[in-house]
């Protein structure tokens, strides 16, 4: 340190001076010392739990689940809500059992097609990705003779109804003859 030129009452000793403006030697307040190691130990804290060990569940995984939780609590089902849907044995049993009471009139038993189209093919008339399904399952195409079923079974059936179709399309059952254009997604 260089040496102390003269002392002031109020910021103590002042060891340099240039231009007219005077360096003090203060010490930091404790208050500001404790804060700044506080806020050095919570950084190394938080990087541990949350990057290290991932102990607890980032902000991305939180705002994830917190997305899908409000789509589920609105009704707003997404490709991806209905495709983990179609892994869930229980829903695409519950999917089955409404598409054999309501829908094997038109489709077949085995969603082969009879009056409506064929299910089981890469072909589909209102496009062939999950959320398309479910439109058009829960609004129908009443210009085609396609019932609105939204009304009448619910979201949750309907959705369950879409994951059955699902597990069913590209197993290319016998039955009516292609229609519509080819889907080639998941």
């Known amino acids: 340190m260089s040496e102390i030129r003269r002392k002031d ?6 060891l340099h001076e240039y231009d007219g403006i005077e360096e003090a030697d203060n010490e930091l307040p404790m208050w500001w010392i404790a804060i700044f190691i ?6 190394a804290v938080y990087w541990l739990v949350y990057e290290g060990y991932h102990a607890a569940p980032s902000a991305r995984q939180e705002l994830a689940a917190a997305e899908a939780e409000q789509r589920k609590r609105a009704g707003v089902v997404n490709d991806e809500d209905l495709l983990a849907a179609s892994k869930d044995q229980a829903a695409v049993a519950a999917g089955k059992a409404a598409f054999t009471t309501s829908c094997v009139a038109c489709h077949g038993d085995k969603a082969q097609g ?12 209102h496009g062939g990705a999950p959320k398309d399904m479910l439109t058009t399952i829960k609004d129908g195409v009443p210009a085609k003779g396609m019932p609105t079923w939204g009304p ?8 369950n109804v879409v994951a059955y179709l699902l597990t069913v399309r590209n197993t290319n059952a016998p039955g009516k003859e292609p229609q519509g254009e080819r889907w080639t997604g998941p």
């Open 9 to 14: 009452a109020i910021a103590g000793d002042i």
């Open 38 to 43: 506080g806020t050095i130990v919570f950084g």
């Open 114 to 125: 009879q009056i409506g189209p064929n299910l089981t093919d890469a072909f589909w008339l």
């Open 152 to 159: 009448v079974l619910g979201a949750g059936t309907v959705k």
